[in-house]
């Protein structure tokens, strides 16, 4: 829903954190493709936290009156609800939220900065993204052979397009839609959830840079987007989301995880379709789009999570001239949320086997138990430490993998409708369009 400049992208070409697109030296496991949803079991301690109003008191999701429910912009966390306030509180007292400080925006180069000293790159640390620096659990590639498809920013007046598109040809995507987006474009969202049975992830309210924000922002971002996709999918909630551009750290990780049992999908390919519509674009449809299918035409190890948007026609229609690559190619095309390319497990309620997941790195085994009402789990990857949320417990490890992946930049000045907010960094705009070749983290 916005053209603005790359933050992982940027922050590559200041720290020299650079890596070949599709680059497959990282440590990552083939999981089994086993039955799941995008959306978390309806026993899910979580639901705890979105409990609806007595019907003849709560707006008709999707009315009038139901929209002005939700903030016209930014979320205030101050007018949040308590249970979420709790949650948060609950994690931090038990030592689950790194605590650590937000970052702040660089004014020179857009990019969030830290305290000098900081460590930045460690998964003990503050595990920056922009610094190359994989949060155990999050996830950045997808299994070999698999193209994970999702699209950012919807929905909007050009999602149409892509879902007609879709459903002409019976496949199945991921929608990492904007909260303000979903309130203001409830007929394109209910053709996603309803018509294309497609599968929903959070990507924020108002699209900004989320480690520049204090633990109660990150929540109310977050928690308010849930509540908007539960109300409109008759009670599911998500189990994914995508940081706007990219930006996480282990603080912000942390936060979705224990809070709301969200873990983050990032990207390993970024062709910069958002860039199109910068002024001047770094990029051009026909170098976008000869990004994509290099990729979809390479090496399927690991598979490839490449960053999509169904933000303008021209955005929908470079996928849609790469789909029949994909598939000539013999990719197995699935919604990147699609639980069953990560979970080794038979459903949402049995516990994992020891087959390796395709997280950031490997290790030894780590286990979670969660409190009353919440799920046990033991899985596998790097050894660390147990979390206990309002939402269940989960196991956060130790261990990472070499980096990969760009992001596009945040903007927190989102306007509803199709309308865009063109943010052009100069500074970056000539180094980026130099860097087409490469996946940068």
């Known amino acids: 829903m916005r053209a603005t400049t790359s933050l992982l992208a940027a922050s590559a070409l200041v720290s020299g954190v650079v890596a070949h697109a599709h680059d497959s030296h990282h440590a990552h496991s083939q999981a089994r493709a086993l039955p799941s949803t995008w959306h978390h079991a309806s026993d899910h301690p979580v639901h705890a936290l979105f409990q ?19 903030p016209t912009d930014k979320p205030d966390p101050s007018t949040m609800p308590q249970a979420w306030k ?24 857009g990019l969030p900065s830290y305290p000098p000293g900081s460590d930045l790159k460690s998964v003990t640390g503050f595990c920056v993204s922009n610094q190359g620096c994989r949060v155990p659990g999050d996830i950045w590639d997808a299994p070999d052979g698999v193209w994970g498809l999702g699209f950012d920013d919807g929905p909007l007046p050009s999602s149409d397009k892509l879902y007609q598109f879709l459903q002409q040809n019976n496949q199945r995507a991921t929608h990492f839609f904007i909260g303000k987006n979903i309130v203001a474009h409830i007929p394109e969202f209910n053709t996603a959830f309803k018509t294309l049975q497609d599968d929903i992830a959070v990507h924020t309210w108002s699209h900004p840079q989320m480690t520049t924000l204090d633990n109660d922002h990150v929540v109310a971002e977050l928690g ?16 994914y989301w995508r940081p706007p ?7 912000v990780s942390a936060i979705a995880r224990e809070v709301f049992g969200m873990d983050a999908i990032i990207w390993n390919n970024d062709p910069r379709d958002w860039a199109l519509s910068d002024t001047p674009p770094p990029t051009t449809p026909d170098q976008v789009s000869s990004e994509i299918a290099g990729w979809l035409k390479g090496p399927k190890s690991p598979g490839v999570i490449i960053l999509e948007h169904e933000l303008t026609d021209t955005t929908v229609n470079i996928f849609m001239q790469n789909y029949p690559i994909g598939k ?6 699935m919604p990147v949320s699609n639980s069953s390319a990560w979970r080794n497990a038979a459903d949402d309620t049995s516990a994992p086997t020891s087959m390796p997941l395709v997280l950031a790195g490997s290790g030894g085994s780590g286990s979670a138990t969660g409190g009353a009402g919440s799920a046990s789990s033991t899985g596998t990857g790097a050894a660390g430490t147990t979390g206990t ?33 063109v943010k052009s960094w100069s500074l970056m705009g000539a180094a980026m369009a130099v860097m087409s070749m490469f996946v940068l983290a």
């Open 52 to 70: 609806r109003d007595d019907a003849t008191s709560s707006p008709e999701p999707g009315s009038a009156a139901w929209v002005a429910t939700y």
């Open 86 to 109: 709790d949650a948060l509180a609950a994690a931090i007292s038990s030592g689950k939220i790194p605590n650590f400080a937000p970052s702040v925006s660089d004014p020179t180069t």
């Open 224 to 239: 308010y987007t849930l509540q908007a996709i539960r109300d409109l999918t008759g009670g599911r909630l998500a189990k």
């Open 389 to 421: 949320g309002a939402s269940g417990s989960k196991t956060t490890g130790t261990s990472s993998g070499s980096t990969t992946g760009t992001g596009k930049p945040a903007d927190s000045t989102t306007k509803s409708g199709a309308a865009q907010v």
């Open 328 to 333: 000539a190619a013999g990719w197995k095309i």
């Open 245 to 251: 551009t990219g930006d996480i750290d282990a603080r």
